[in-house]
């Protein structure tokens, strides 16, 4: 498959790390299918980029905790994608007092149900093709556990063990399955914190500094390349040091 071009859909794309993976992916002239839900006007910039170089690319709307709408996004394109970022999720911070059946069935289903079964309707365009990439975002909480997020270290936690198995299975298929599991990251979820609380988290990171989206980005391309094909079932950490 080194010689083909090779379509890729990332869920999530209109989120901060889904972009950057978005346009580093354009950038290489991989033709994209951006998936969104609600917020497809931030994909604007990522459909400009790609026009300007000429790389075809398309969004595409979906609530993934619904199985049926995955089913009908993935009958929307005319080329199966061969290549998968699983990015698409949400966080939630509280003590697990707090936590509601709704709280927690949301979760699940965005985090752990929508990668399962948006893996599942991608997988028989690879297994004919005998080749495929699959990236799953995970957390550094999926790694470690948070105090005051656990629900969501619990989903993170989950994409890592569905990682591992499905690289057992899909590996004699020529389909490779990662995960990545980033520390703190500029933008997105650190939205949430405070300047000092900020601060604090940067001071306990050996590196001195957040990490950028478009480092997870570069991780993430790297991994859906024909060059990676003997790395799979594999958790990598891009933390700066902050959890080894």
Same mark, same amino acid.
């Not at 909480?141 to 948070?146: A, C, D, I, Q, V």
């Not at 063990?161 to 490779?176: D, H, N, Q, V």
């Not at 391309?221 to 933390?239: D, K």
């Given at each position: 498959?080194?010689?083909?071009?090779?379509?890729?859909?990332?869920?999530?794309?209109?989120?901060?790390?889904?972009?950057?993976?978005?346009?580093?992916?354009?950038?290489?002239?991989? *033709? $994209?299918? !951006?998936?969104?839900?609600? &917020?497809? @006007?931030?994909?604007?910039? +990522?459909?400009?980029?790609?026009? #300007?170089?000429?790389?075809?690319?398309?969004?595409?709307?979906?609530?993934?905790?619904?199985?049926?709408?995955?089913?009908?996004?993935?009958?929307?394109?005319?080329?199966? *994608? $061969?290549? !998968?970022?699983?990015?698409? &999720?949400? @966080?939630?911070?509280?003590? +697990?007092?707090?936590?509601?059946? #709704?709280?927690?069935?949301?979760?699940?289903?965005?985090?752990?149900?929508?990668?399962?079964?948006?893996?599942?309707?991608?997988?028989?365009?690879?297994?004919?093709a005998k080749y495929g990439?699959?990236?799953?975002?995970?957390?550094?909480?999926?790694?470690?556990?948070?105090?005051?997020?656990?629900?969501?270290?619990?989903?993170?936690?989950?994409?890592?063990?569905?990682?591992?198995?499905?690289?057992?299975?899909?590996?004699?298929?020529?389909?490779?399955?990662n995960a990545i599991a980033?520390?703190?990251?500029?933008?997105?979820?650190?939205?949430?914190?405070?300047?000092?609380?900020?601060?604090?988290?940067?001071?306990?990171?050996?590196?001195?500094?957040?990490?950028?989206?478009?480092?997870?980005?570069?991780?993430?391309?790297?991994?859906?390349?024909?060059?990676?094909?003997?790395?799979?079932?594999?958790?990598?950490?891009?933390?700066?040091?902050?959890?080894?």
């Open positions: 498959m080194r010689g083909e071009t090779m379509w890729g859909l990332v869920t999530g794309a209109s989120g901060e790390l889904g972009q950057a993976v978005s346009i580093a992916l354009a950038k290489r002239g991989i *033709p $994209l299918y !951006l998936h969104y839900h609600l &917020a497809g @006007d931030k994909l604007q910039g +990522i459909l400009r980029l790609a026009s #300007e170089l000429g790389v075809p690319a398309y969004p595409l709307q979906a609530d993934l905790r619904d199985p049926q709408q995955v089913h009908r996004m993935f009958g929307q394109m005319p080329v199966k *994608p $061969l290549l !998968l970022v699983n990015n698409a &999720a949400v @966080d939630h911070v509280g003590l +697990i007092h707090d936590v509601t059946p #709704e709280q927690f069935d949301n979760l699940v289903h965005i985090n752990v149900r929508a990668p399962f079964f948006v893996t599942q309707a991608a997988l028989p365009a690879m297994i004919q990439r699959i990236v799953n975002l995970s957390s550094i909480w999926g790694l470690t556990g948070s105090a005051c997020e656990v629900l969501y270290s619990t989903t993170k936690g989950a994409v890592l063990a569905f990682t591992k198995a499905l690289a057992k299975e899909l590996a004699p298929s020529g389909i490779s399955v980033p520390g703190a990251i500029e933008g997105g979820m650190m939205n949430r914190f405070s300047p000092e609380d900020v601060q604090e988290i940067v001071e306990a990171i050996p590196a001195g500094r957040l990490g950028r989206p478009e480092e997870v980005a570069s991780l993430a391309v790297y991994l859906l390349s024909p060059e990676a094909g003997y790395i799979t079932g594999q958790v990598i950490s891009p933390n700066g040091g902050w959890y080894t």
